[in-house]
């Protein structure tokens, strides 16, 4: 099934060109070297195998981690996990294989090489399908989840039967974890705990389980969470209580805490209880130093010894004492990238959100920046970066003179300056940016700079003064602009069109405003304010970017829009007006994002996937979604491109999936053209990379002796792929040929030799 996934993925990507059946535009489309990036840090559960390995069930996927020497293997969504929100974790014994459930519902299985997918409960027509727990007895494995509880056949990969009734307890209730103890199965359910005889030829009748009460003090005999055993008797946690078995009840007090009980585990003679915040002990006496977001215990065998491990948001341990450092890898610091840049030395920089999701479109927690530089990730967080007033960003931006700005919601805007320290400035109320509300109270929105004169501009979301839009100059002054009887002052994104003027996107409201300082920052006598009419684009707005053409792309939870005239509001003659179009082929969608690549091909990000729009021709020229390629979700909430090597990154709401296109900035001349792989052999390469190319150019392949084999339309990429046929769809023969490149843009040619060999 795994396989048949992969194959598609690969299979849909090439369709996506040659429906078209234009060659430059099979080009264009092209994409390749997926990646994932997602954070490994949230361990939901841990499980130990025969060699010593460590395995993790993350919220953004796998990893095995070697104690001896802290070796590490991650497992992400391509050519491994079908999902990434990893929920339960558990190898079996008998054969070593790793079995790793999904919040979707999917059985993931490793054995040892190569992952493969059971997906009967992923595809199964169920509300809940996340997977809570395995347990492995008698040669089945017993699958707990949201959705109750199923018996698995691994010899023969099928289910036997699915428990759908426990005893007289509601049907379809959720199982949270199971054990083996007093000869019987134990399952702590959302309606209780039951228990059933080992051994059983079915487990699928409700009168073979036995419903165990709770004490008086239970909350209706609910919502149990965690089972264990120590020293011969049995445990339950339901809520803030653990309960300790009598006869067939669980009603004996054994502890009752300030918060709600995640995880037990028996180790060492002791019983260990874990809440959000702490470790406890059966005396009642807290056992951890470091301040970590507990979400369960996992027990394990290491070095001959039974252990159990803390999972943490923040990683997990491997419990010795309160001092145990945690187990961390290096990725970013959350799943959800709510907005992503990338700056001039092709660092990408992530935020999640504001932790204010009424006041911002698709905001999500607060956990600070993550940025990646190579393949290494660094995290800034208000606890660990001096200066850094709030983890809260809901939106960051790259400029071009190396500089990274991330706005936040409250706390003014962040100034990350491209020096080795990443040296950190506040703008806020304290450097002459007027308040949004109160008098500390600063929002500052997306922030562009206007190329004709180096400065940063940003809008300024308020509702106590009439400051709407923020300048700050190469030197670092700073000065608002204000404008009286305006609808509305909320204003989140922007873009800059050819003409400097600043045109800005209002989420909480309906009208979007264009401001122009014609150059004179000092001079406001000459300012030209434009409220754009609601008569056409009537909705609030979610994200906006000017392209090649000086068009504007305004995206709404509906439709996405876009300004053909963009200049109309600098001078606003007398008879003319703004022209607002609403492409037909982008009605119905949910836009969260918009990006722009060197083709001037429009990247959608939407609830729905990714689109890449072709407005010359006006056509959907691909789709990208789980179905068909590699994307962490189908939920896009950012996009950013590199034009510098045509590498896009999709930011979703489960990941950052990253894509390569030829899509590349082209060169000022021919000085680095090269073409790979060499020799280029069709059957085994597939294609030949033309690269270094200028803009504007054309590429003719010819034999040595001048016959023209293939010709590519002028472009203005730096990079073509030839696949070895002819123009005429023929495959070519062995030998030498030349690839000439002419560019009239930059009045320059050259031409290179490549190798063809047909096996």
């Known amino acids: 099934m795994m396989n048949q996934w992969r194959g598609a993925c690969r299979l849909a990507v090439i369709v996506l060109g040659f429906v078209l059946g234009l060659p430059d535009t099979q080009a264009q489309v092209r994409v390749s070297n997926w990646q994932t990036y997602s954070s490994m840090l949230n361990v939901k559960s841990v499980a130990s195998d025969r060699t010593g390995n460590l395995w993790a069930a993350t919220s953004?996927?796998?990893?095995?981690?070697?104690?001896?020497?802290?070796?590490?293997?991650?497992?992400?969504?391509?050519?491994?996990?079908?999902?990434?929100?990893?929920?339960?974790?558990?190898?079996?014994a008998t054969d070593g294989t790793v079995y790793a459930g999904g919040f979707n519902g999917a059985l993931n299985i490793y054995d040892g090489r190569n992952w493969s997918l059971v997906p009967d409960v992923l595809t199964a027509t169920l509300t809940r399908k996340q997977i809570n727990d395995f347990l492995f007895y008698n040669d089945l494995v017993f699958i707990a989840g949201d959705f109750g509880l199923t018996v698995f056949d691994p010899r023969r990969?099928?289910?036997?039967?699915?428990?759908?009734?426990?005893?007289?307890?509601?049907?379809?209730?959720?199982?949270?974890?199971?054990?083996?103890?007093?000869?019987?199965?134990w399952a702590a359910t959302e309606n209780g705990v039951v228990s059933a005889p080992l051994g059983l030829r079915t487990y699928a009748n409700p009168a073979a389980w036995t419903v165990h009460p709770l004490g008086a003090l239970s909350n209706n005999n609910g919502n149990t969470v965690a089972l264990a055993e120590h020293q011969g008797s049995l445990f339950v946690a339901q809520e803030r209580n653990l309960w300790r078995l009598r006869g067939n009840s669980f009603d004996s007090l054994a502890l009752s805490l300030e918060e709600n009980i995640r995880g037990l585990a028996s180790v060492q003679n002791q019983l260990f209880i874990a809440t959000q915040n702490a470790l406890w002990n059966t005396a009642r006496q807290t056992v951890n130093a470091n301040p970590m977001t507990i979400n369960a215990l996992s027990t394990v065998d290491s070095a001959g010894q039974r252990r159990f491990v803390v999972n943490t948001r923040q990683g997990f341990a491997l419990w010795r004492d309160a001092q145990t450092p945690l187990v961390q890898i290096n990725s970013p610091i959350d799943n959800r990238f709510r907005s992503?840049?990338?700056?001039?030395?092709?660092?990408?920089?992530?935020?999640?959100?504001?932790?204010?999701?009424s006041a911002i479109p698709n905001d999500g927690t607060a956990t600070g920046i993550s940025m990646l530089q190579d393949t290494t990730w660094r995290i800034f967080t208000q606890q660990r970066t001096a200066g850094m007033p709030t983890n809260g960003y809901y939106q960051i931006d790259a400029q071009p003179n190396g500089t990274v700005w991330a706005s936040s919601y409250g706390s003014g805007t962040l100034l990350i300056e491209p020096d080795m320290n990443f040296r950190l400035t506040v703008l806020n109320t304290t450097n002459g940016i007027s308040a949004s509300a109160g008098t500390e109270f600063s929002v500052l929105g997306q922030v562009q700079t206007d190329s004709r004169t180096n400065t940063v501009w940003f809008p300024n979301f308020q509702t106590g003064n009439d400051q709407v839009i923020v300048s700050r100059t190469a030197q670092g002054a700073v000065r608002g602009f204000t404008r009286g009887s305006l609808p509305e002052k909320r204003y989140h994104f922007m873009a800059i069109d050819r003409s400097g003027t600043k045109w800005l996107a209002t989420w909480r409201g309906t009208q979007m405003l264009a401001f122009n300082e014609r150059g004179t920052l000092d001079n406001t006598g000459d300012d030209v304010w434009y409220p754009v009419p609601t008569t056409v684009l009537n909705e609030g707005q979610s994200c906006i970017a000017a392209d090649a053409d000086d068009r504007l792309w305004i995206g709404t939870s509906r439709a996405m829009y876009t300004i053909v005239n963009p200049g109309f509001a600098l001078t606003q003659p007398a008879g003319q007006s703004l022209i607002i179009d609403k492409p037909r082929k982008l009605l119905d969608q949910a836009y969260n994002a918009v990006a722009v690549d060197a083709l001037n091909y429009k990247w959608f990000g939407t609830n729905s996937g990714v689109l890449v729009y072709d407005s010359n021709r006006d056509t959907i020229v691909a789709r990208f979604t789980t179905d068909n390629s590699p994307l962490a979700s189908n939920t896009v909430l950012s996009i950013a491109i590199d034009n510098n090597n045509g590498r896009i990154y999709f930011g979703t709401d489960n990941g950052l999936s990253v894509a390569t296109t030829l899509a590349v900035r082209p060169n000022t001349d021919f000085s680095t053209m090269r073409c790979y792989p060499q020799p280029f052999v069709p059957s085994q390469d597939n294609e030949l990379v033309i690269d270094g190319l200028a803009e504007g150019t054309q590429v003719k392949i010819t034999t040595v002796d001048g016959l023209l084999i293939r010709t590519f339309p002028t472009g203005n990429s730096r990079t073509v792929v030839w696949d070895g046929l002819t123009d005429s769809g023929q495959p070519v023969q062995s030998g030498v040929y030349l690839i000439a490149a002419y560019s009239d843009t930059v009045g320059a040619n050259a031409v290179i030799k490549a190798m063809v060999i047909q096996r």
Request: with cysteine; proline share 2%; net charge positive.
């Open 60 to 92: 953004g996927g796998v990893f095995a981690y070697n104690m001896q020497t802290r070796a590490v293997r991650e497992f992400r969504n391509i050519n491994a996990l079908f999902g990434l929100d990893i929920t339960a974790i558990a190898v079996n």
């Open 157 to 185: 990969r099928v289910f036997t039967e699915t428990v759908q009734r426990f005893a007289a307890l509601p049907p379809g209730g959720a199982v949270r974890q199971m054990l083996i103890a007093q000869n019987r199965l």
């Open 340 to 357: 992503v840049a990338v700056d001039t030395k092709g660092r990408v920089w992530c935020v999640s959100g504001s932790g204010n999701a």
